[in-house]
């Protein structure tokens, strides 16, 4: 689903019109997967200058085929509570008008485009995003002073994993550098998803993180704040 924007190039500034993806489904478009992961998604092309360029919008990522739906609504840090108020009522205005015999559906909430590609390969993988949150909060608490939460940022890498171990990179949120791997038991992982599957771990789970948006780091940052 695209639409036209007015858009302002970062190098020469000319104005221009250019059309944007509002939201992909990727089972009927796996090329706009691809093109996401690429980072080649609504990237503009200044008729101007040459100059090309990623605008980051507002996107909602579809994967019927998977059952999958994740909101990217890119802010800044500051904005994230602002932002997680407009996403709830949207989403309960959907849910709202959907006919009673559906199910709403879960919609995934991202903030930045690192986060969504790492929710796609973490859902594709079929791991649960709670429990690895989960793992990233032990990570950062048992490294305090190395792995500040301020300064860096957890992330799943579901390249480098396998069925022995669940692989993270650290990276530095100032010069964007990966700095380093945490690896993690998958028999650990396992063990944790058993765990939280009795009913009263499962809430504590989720009264950890309630959502809409998932994030260990963000928790950490509103704990310390
Ligand atoms: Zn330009």
Redesign the pocket.
């Known amino acids: 689903m695209k639409q036209t924007y007015p858009i302002q190039?970062p190098?020469?500034?000319?104005e221009q019109e250019a059309e944007l993806y509002d939201a992909i489904n990727v089972t009927e478009a796996p090329l706009l997967r691809e093109a996401l992961m690429n980072n080649t998604l609504n990237q503009v092309e200044?008729p101007?200058?040459?100059?090309a360029f990623r605008v980051d919008k507002r996107l909602l990522y579809h994967d019927p085929e998977r059952g999958l739906m994740i909101y990217w609504f890119p802010g800044q840090e500051s904005s994230y509570q602002t932002n997680k108020t407009e996403f709830l009522t949207a989403i309960s205005a959907l849910n709202a008008a959907l006919p009673d015999e559906f199910d709403p559906p879960t919609v995934h909430l991202v903030f930045s485009r690192v986060e969504l590609v790492e929710r796609i390969f973490l859902l594709e993988a079929g791991l649960d995003e709670r429990v690895i949150e989960y793992i990233k909060h032990m990570m950062y608490t048992r490294n305090l002073e190395k792995l500040d939460p301020q300064a860096k940022a957890i992330l799943f890498n579901a390249q480098d994993s396998n069925e022995r171990a669940l692989c993270f990179v650290i990276q530095d949120l100032d010069t964007q550098q990966l700095e380093g791997v945490l690896e993690f038991d998958r028999e650990a992982y396992e063990g944790l998803v058993a765990m939280f599957d009795e009913d009263e771990k499962t809430s504590t789970l989720w009264d950890l993180f309630p959502g809409p948006y998932i994030s260990a780091r963000s928790l950490l940052l509103e704990a310390t704040s």
């Open positions: 190039c190098q020469c500034g000319a200044c101007h200058c040459g100059f």
